[in-house]
């Protein structure tokens, strides 16, 4: 069986399947249950991917999976909504890091307990500074954060 015999050619194939724009969704929902996580990894980024198929990704025991999920432009926000809530600082960071991540998720983002969370955003955001209005609310977020942290190590 597909899922079953995972040797090196046939993990090899399953990845190529799994992130082609062509892959049969129901092939898309068995590669989804892999014992490779490279092969689920491919299936969370592939825009193809059923919704249902991506709740379930959501909560998978590998973090470079959900890394995955998150980088996915067709990831409905529920699901975003969930990883910025994920356990594994790392997940959080690559959300944090992603140029194309909504604002409102960098927008809690900024608040993350992790710090280097909060660092990432604010890189992302000096990025994104030059192509984003004036006073995008995102960015004076942070400086209104950045501002009051700089007040209280002053004082």
Not at 29 to 35: E, I, R, W
């Amino acid at each position: 069986m597909l899922l079953e015999s995972l040797d090196s050619r046939e993990v090899f194939e399953q990845y190529i399947l799994a992130g082609a724009s062509d892959t049969p969704i129901e092939t898309l929902m068995l590669l989804s249950k892999s014992a490779a996580p490279k092969v689920r990894m491919r299936v969370a980024e592939n825009p193809r991917t059923p919704v249902e198929v991506l709740e379930s990704l959501v909560y998978d025991a590998h973090p470079d999976v959900r890394i995955a999920l998150g980088s996915n432009q067709s990831v409905p926000h529920h699901i975003l909504i969930v990883l910025i809530q994920d356990t594994d600082p790392t997940v959080r960071f690559s959300l944090a890091e992603d140029a194309n991540t909504p604002p409102k998720v960098l927008e809690h983002l900024a608040e993350d307990a992790n710090p280097y969370v909060v660092h990432r955003v604010r890189r992302t955001l000096s990025e994104l500074e030059p192509y984003s209005a004036p006073e995008a609310p995102v960015i004076q977020l942070v400086r209104d954060r950045d501002n009051s942290e700089s007040e209280i190590q002053s004082a």
